[in-house]
C-alpha cells in the first residue's frame, strides 16, 4: 500500500505555505491569503496538513501536492463569515455540549490528482478531530463544483443542507457533516506518516 507523506504545520509556517498552494488553483474564486488565515485561525483550534509527492520531472524531490485547512467551530462566533456560517448551520448542527470542526479549505493539485491524497488528508483531519474531542466534521461547497461534490460523496460525507441561490443553483450552496468516532478512524482506508513541518 501507497504510503502518504504528511506535514502538520504550526500557523505561522503554516500561513504563507497555504497561500503559496492555492496559487495552484484555477478554479478557486477569492484565493487565501497568509494574512487571512492568520486572522481566522490564531485563536481557535486549528489544523493544517500538506500532502508531499515526488515531483514529475525530479522523483528524489519532494514537493507540496495537496492540502487541508480546519478549524473549530463554536455556536457564537463574531467574525462576519464564521458568523454567517454557524447561523446557516443552526438548524442542522447541535452546537450545545459538543464540539464542531469545520473543514475549510483543501484541494489537490491537478497532476496529482487521483492518487488518494485528498483521501490520505481527510482521514488525518478526522484522526486528529477525534484526538481532539470533536464530535463531527462540516464542511461547506457549491452545487457548482461537481468534482468537490463527488469527493466529499467518495469520503461518506452526508448532505445537511441544501441552500437554494434565488438566481443562479449553481451558486447554490452544499452544507454536508460526518461524525467522528472510533468506528469511523477503523473505516480509513490510507497509510500515512505524519511529520512536524520543520
Same mark, same amino acid.
Request: overall charge negative.
Given at each position: 500500500?501507497?504510503?502518504? *507523506? ?15 498552494m ?18 481566522? *485561525?490564531?485563536?481557535?483550534?486549528? /489544523?493544517? *496538513?500538506?500532502?508531499?509527492a ?24 463574531? $467574525?462576519?463569515p464564521l458568523?454567517?456560517l454557524?447561523?446557516h ?6 452546537f450545545?455540549e459538543?464540539?464542531?470542526f ?22 488525518q483531519?478526522?484522526?486528529?478531530a ?22 466529499? $460523496?467518495? /469520503? ?10 434565488p ?15 472510533p ?9 500515512r ?6
Amino acid at each position: 500500500m501507497h504510503q502518504h *507523506l504528511i506535514q502538520q504545520f504550526t500557523l505561522d509556517r503554516g500561513a504563507p505555505e497555504i497561500e503559496y498552494m492555492e496559487q495552484f488553483f484555477a478554479e478557486f474564486e477569492e484565493k487565501k491569503l497568509a494574512h487571512e488565515l492568520l486572522r481566522r *485561525l490564531s485563536n481557535r483550534r486549528h /489544523l493544517i *496538513l500538506i500532502s508531499m509527492a515526488p515531483a514529475l520531472d525530479e522523483p528524489d524531490h519532494l514537493v507540496p501536492v495537496a492540502f487541508k485547512v480546519g478549524h473549530e467551530l463554536r455556536a457564537v462566533e463574531t $467574525d462576519g463569515p464564521l458568523l454567517d456560517l454557524a447561523w446557516h448551520l443552526n438548524d442542522c448542527v447541535n452546537f450545545s455540549e459538543r464540539k464542531v470542526f469545520y473543514s475549510w479549505i483543501g484541494g489537490t493539485r491537478k497532476e496529482w490528482r487521483g492518487q488518494g491524497h485528498y483521501r490520505a488528508l481527510t482521514e488525518q483531519q478526522e484522526e486528529w478531530a477525534h484526538s481532539q474531542g470533536f464530535d463531527e466534521i462540516v464542511v461547506k461547497t457549491k452545487n457548482k463544483f461537481h468534482a468537490m461534490r463527488a469527493t466529499l $460523496d467518495h /469520503l461518506n460525507f452526508d448532505v445537511l443542507k441544501f441552500e437554494r441561490h434565488p438566481f443562479d443553483n449553481s451558486e447554490s450552496k452544499v452544507y454536508l457533516h460526518k461524525l467522528i468516532s472510533p468506528e469511523l478512524l477503523r473505516a480509513h482506508l490510507t497509510s500515512r506518516v505524519v511529520q512536524e513541518a520543520a
